[in-house]
């Protein structure tokens, strides 16, 4: 099964500029032990990581994490569960930077013999930093200026006023046929001078096949930039063109 986006009006597009600050990609499963198929993950950690030998001599394995160097990069694969984070720093677009590595976590479920999986997560944090004289009242017209979100701009007439640093969050969410997406978003104010928002938005879909995990991470990714799309203001899509 793959899923429909019901945003499938908004045409998809890779921005000039971005507020991206990490993308991830998990994949939740029914448990399996790893040491079950030591062959197969030997196999799999070989021919995707250049690992020739990881198991210890130990008769437990729980789980392995990977890191690039800079660990702008890094996987974690456990018994129940199998993930990909990656840096803004190195991400283009979807199609071509996150695509093409999750078919290593796809890899991974072939070599423990898993044909079908309990949910599939596709997330990107963003995250809009400002200056300003008085950041205390100011937050408030940078986010009615940056967002046209109802619920969003409501918080920013609704709330009370502060000379102290401050926290505020909500989160929206919405469901689809075979998933949700949800959009946790903070407002933070360091200090008279900082503030900054932070949206996360986190596509879910349940139950598929381990073969279908690709398309439906491909319609996810439209999924969480239509809802983009539909949170930010125009000034914003413009600034992100430039």
Not at 1 to 14: G, L
Not at 41 to 63: A, C, D, R, W
Not at 178 to 183: A, I, L, P, T, Y
Request: charge should be neutral.
């Amino acid at each position: 099964m793959v899923i429909q986006n019901p945003y499938s009006e908004i045409p998809h597009k890779v921005f000039n500029r971005t507020f991206l600050q990490e993308v991830s990609a998990s994949i939740k499963f029914v448990e399996t032990p790893l040491l079950n198929n030591k062959e197969a993950i030997t196999h799999f950690l070989k021919s995707n990581f250049g690992i020739i030998e990881y198991f210890p001599g130990t008769l437990t394995v729980g789980g392995i994490t990977l890191s690039a160097e800079t660990a702008v990069e890094r996987y974690n694969f456990s018994t129940t569960s199998a993930s990909l984070t990656l840096d803004a720093s190195i991400y283009r677009c979807y199609k071509v930077t996150l695509a093409p590595k999750m078919k290593r976590l796809v890899e991974f479920l072939k070599a423990l013999g898993i044909e079908k999986i309990e949910a599939l997560t596709i997330s990107k944090k963003n995250l809009f930093k400002a200056t300003s004289p008085n950041a205390y009242s100011s937050w408030r017209f940078a986010l009615h200026e940056s967002f046209k979100d109802e619920s969003l701009r409501e918080l920013a007439a609704n709330s009370s006023v502060s000379d102290k640093p401050f926290k505020i969050t909500i989160e929206g969410a919405g469901k689809f046929d075979g998933g949700e997406v949800r959009v946790p978003f903070l407002v933070e104010v360091v200090d008279k001078d900082n503030f900054y928002f932070q949206m996360d938005l986190i596509g879910t879909v349940y139950d598929i096949d381990t073969k279908d995990i690709i398309a439906n991470a491909d319609v996810l990714n439209h999924i969480i930039f239509s809802a983009f799309c539909n949170m930010v203001s125009d000034k914003t899509i413009n600034l992100l063109q430039q």
